[in-house]
């Protein structure tokens, strides 16, 4: 994957373009009223607590892949560019695929624990949980194998981590930022536990 470039059989150009994609229906949903029955609309497919409550768990993944508006889709779509080429190749496809999901399931699933708790229901979108916990992962790798970034690379991804997770604006949900970046590290640090489990020899 060269600098610059992304692979277009990467998870992450899939990922991408399934954003792309489902933002667009959103758009042509006001001209094509029948786009409305699919769950992965603004509308239809966001974290709404009642809503899952009621039946509709699918929104805790379909919430995932929808976006407020083409500001929001951007920015996620460059950030996610930005990590994720580089995060799937140090990872691998599986083990970069259950770290984007798991931080998007555990950053949505805080939300809706907030909103239990809280009372209050906000209409939640967007795959920002998952890319943090995209950072969160990448944070877990650097203090995990010093030997490869080194304490500025470290620091420099931590400085990264904390400006995403400080609140910039009253619509942007902190549980799913917080929730995902947990998860992402965890994700991380298990997956190695795991592997230096499988290293250990038995005599």
Not at 19 to 32: A, R
Request: proline share 4%.
């Amino acid at each position: 994957m060269p600098n610059g470039e992304l692979d277009k059989k990467s998870i992450t150009f899939i990922l991408i373009m399934i954003n792309i994609v489902i933002w667009i229906m959103g758009v042509l949903n006001t001209y094509l009223p029948f786009l409305s029955l699919l769950p992965v609309l603004p509308g239809t497919g966001g974290i709404y607590y009642p809503a899952v409550a009621g039946g509709q768990w699918w929104r805790i993944v379909t919430a995932m892949f929808i976006h407020g508006g083409l500001y929001h889709l951007s920015s996620n779509t460059l950030a996610l560019f930005a990590l994720g080429g580089m995060m799937e190749k140090h990872l691998g496809k599986k083990r970069y695929t259950v770290i984007y999901f798991a931080s998007g399931l555990g950053g949505n699933l805080l939300v809706l624990l907030k909103d239990y708790i809280t009372g209050i229901y906000p209409y939640t979108v967007g795959a920002s949980g998952a890319i943090l916990g995209i950072m969160g992962a990448l944070l877990a790798e650097a203090v995990m194998k010093r030997g490869i970034s080194g304490e500025m690379y470290i620091r420099r991804v931590l400085f990264a981590s904390i400006l995403m997770l400080i609140p910039s604006s009253p619509n942007i949900s902190m549980a799913a930022h917080l929730g995902g970046f947990i998860c992402g590290a965890a994700a991380a640090f298990i997956m190695a536990g795991a592997d230096r489990g499988r290293n250990i020899e038995v005599m």
